[in-house]
């Protein structure tokens, strides 16, 4: 064991097994665009669930939301994103390409990719102009006559738009969050290393709004809170670093925001955002949309606008940093075994239930172990190939525990158990196979590769 993980070995696990694989690639592709194939589906729904279990079940201080991805075009001028959101760019009028004014030195130029945009010998640029990163489009049947809006560039803004009407049915008071897990689309002009910079992406934000003399120590209290659940989901701590943004970093918003960072094979690389807005936001829309946004303590008569403390996570990078952090490599019995050590509360299948032999009646009894399974956990019924490859297979999508239905079964209806991580065997009753396996699924957790690393 060990750090063999590169980016191109994560690229061609994923679309080996199916977890993630380029869009429209029969036509050639779309630039930084993937789509999600089974594994991948269930890996990112599982982030997904871990997130609204740590905002809602853990807590009794967040409620949800999922606002609309197209929203009036005001509410992108109220929050600055019309006048603001952009990046400078420069055109090459030789080899037509585009290029972020601020990155060209990591970027190619586009005929001589070994120099950089600028330095080729027949390099023409224009000078840097702002482009806005929104999406546009229109609403209404005809183009010319609809009005012009803009697919939302993150989910914050859905949920400060909301502030009003969820204060109002949830009877809540601050302290309190509203959480939201939704698409976002930039239309970023060097996106890429996979599905860590895309121009459709899935956000996991919450906004937490609290009385303005407690915005610090809400602060340290989510920062605190952010970093222990990629930790307790088997992220190794010294993969793991919060860094505080330097003054000349920080949104014109911001009094404080720290980044949660994940070390990738392309680097220290952010994985979630914590800032403290203050009340730019709910300040903004009230002053644009000319409504009261503010709470009002109705014992005290006390009213104040919420400052708000916003950690904001990308679905699609901790989906990345998971499987980063949970391929390994290592040797057994003279040959390379390639595997996925997740969290099994992230694992995409929890168990695959497998016949030694295709005869016997062994393909019989282990769907029914499987039909069982299956109503209590995600469950696959494997059977092509050798009982090597099948092994070979789960363990590189992840799968913790294998179920081997073999000649003694027949005998003692007892199964094979194995584990994915250590390749412990153990034989266990049919009959008491769903209770060991939820009571496994239950147990803390913590990855084999921390072990290995301090030995």
């Known amino acids: 064991m060990g750090d063999v993980v590169t980016m191109d070995k994560i690229v061609s696990l994923c679309k080996r097994r199916g977890f993630i ?172 290393n996979f599905v860590f910079r895309t121009r459709e992406f899935e956000q996991m934000e919450m906004e937490f709004f609290v009385p303005p003399d407690d915005a610090k120590r809400w602060f340290e209290h989510w920062l605190a809170e952010r970093e222990r659940w990629y930790v307790e989901l088997g992220i190794r701590p010294d993969h793991l670093r919060l860094r505080a943004h330097d003054a000349d970093e920080l949104s014109h918003y911001s009094s404080g925001t720290s980044d949660v960072e994940y070390l990738f094979p392309i680097g220290w690389s952010e994985l979630e955002g914590i800032a403290d807005r203050g009340d730019f936001d709910l300040s903004r829309h009230a002053e644009h949309a000319n409504e009261k946004l503010e709470y009002v303590d109705t014992a005290t008569r006390e009213r104040y606008v919420p400052h708000v403390i916003e950690p904001a996570a990308g679905a699609d990078r901790a989906t990345l940093a998971f499987l980063v952090d949970a391929y390994d490599e290592e040797q057994v019995e003279g040959e390379t075994r390639t595997l996925l050590r997740l969290h099994p509360r992230l694992a995409p299948v929890k168990v695959a239930v497998m016949p030694l032999v295709k005869k016997d009646g062994q393909p019989e009894v282990a769907r029914e172990v499987y039909a069982d399974l299956r109503r209590r956990m995600q469950a696959e019924y494997d059977e092509g190939g050798s009982i090597g490859k099948r092994y070979r297979r789960q363990d590189e999508i992840g799968t913790p525990w294998g179920v081997t239905v073999d000649h003694q079964t027949l005998e003692d209806r007892t199964v094979t158990l194995r584990d994915r991580d250590s390749l412990e065997q153990v034989r266990i009753p049919i009959d008491e196979l769903g209770d060991e396996l939820e009571r496994r699924l239950r147990a803390p957790w913590t990855t084999p590769k921390l072990a290995t690393a301090s030995s």
């Open 21 to 192: 694989f380029p869009s429209s690639e029969i036509y050639g592709g779309v630039g930084s665009t993937y789509d999600y194939g089974h594994y991948g589906v269930l890996l990112k729904t599982n982030v997904k669930n871990e997130w609204w279990r740590a905002m809602l079940q853990d807590r009794d201080d967040v409620v949800a939301l999922d606002s609309a991805i197209i929203q009036n075009p005001k509410v992108w001028e109220a929050s600055g994103h019309l006048a603001g959101f952009t990046d400078p760019l420069v055109d090459c009028r030789t080899c037509k390409q585009r290029f972020r004014a601020d990155h060209l030195d990591q970027l190619a130029c586009g005929l001589k990719p070994s120099k950089h945009p600028g330095e080729g010998p027949d390099c023409d640029l224009t000078e840097a102009r702002d482009f806005n990163l929104m999406f546009e489009t229109t609403v209404g049947p005809v183009k010319e006559s609809g009005a012009t809006v803009y697919l939302r560039p993150e989910t914050a803004q859905g949920i400060f738009i909301n502030f009003k009407n969820v204060l109002q049915f949830s009877r809540r008071k601050p302290p309190f969050g509203i959480a939201q897990i939704g698409k976002s689309f930039r239309n970023e002009i060097t996106p890429g």
